[in-house]
């Protein structure tokens, strides 16, 4: 009763403001008003209130072993790429090779007579980015696609593709005398420029047991030494 006569004192002092606003007024009805306010003063807040506390409540008193979730003592990581990243698993040997394959992911910048090309392959052999002046989106903003701006701007291609891909080391071996030319070398800037590191992490090499010997080590006497003999002395002491 009380929300009705408050509703009935209210409406008479809006009326002119709502008739001030409408330019083209028009009666209102007032029972459909009414009707609209019964309905939300039937909403009653406060329950919803009470509930959202009374959940709080239950879940600070709850106790963390009880709760359904089931916590996990055990993690597995499925990224096939998270050993590059600590040096765990490298391949080893091929030191005496002239293009070496202990790498994860590595580097190749290749020159043709008509077009630049770079890719990085991993040590399976699978590329995982590349980038070439045979893509039309790079060839129409270069002159030339074997000089050294060509080699330069697809060294900054293929960096943002890398730090894009995830991969922010790479393993970098240029081509005999290849150091030597401009085109090599701005390559390479352009690479470091955009972010990616030229040399990868040192391999990890986990202690091996199987080779280690377990037996107790015998101790080794210490040897004596013995006074010189009298004809010693003279001996040393004998005038050449």
Known sequence: MATKSLVRALI???????????????????????????????CNFSNAAS??????????????????IPILGEFENRNPRNEEYFGFNKPRGYSTQVYRV????????????????????HNSGLVLVSASTTEFEITRHLYKTTDVTAARNIGRVIAQRCLEAGITRVQWEAMKGGLRKQRTTAFSEAIKEGGVILSETRK????????????????????????????WKAHLNKPK
Request: a positive charge; one cysteine or more; aromatic letters at 10%.
């Open 102 to 121: 202990d790498f994860y992911n590595k580097l190749q910048f290749l020159i043709t007579n008509r077009h630049t090309r770079a890719q990085v392959v």
């Open 12 to 42: 008479p002092s809006y009326l002119p403001l709502v008739r001030r606003s409408l330019l083209n007024y028009k009666e209102i009805n007032l029972k459909i008003i009414s009707r609209n306010i019964r309905c939300i003063s039937r």
């Open 204 to 231: 990890v090499i986990p202690p091996e047991t199987y080779y280690l010997d377990f037996r107790p080590k015998k101790k080794r006497k210490k040897w004596r030494k013995l006074p010189y003999s009298k004809r």
């Open 51 to 68: 509930q959202m506390k009374e959940v709080d409540e239950a879940t600070e008193n709850s106790d963390p072993r009880k709760t359904k």
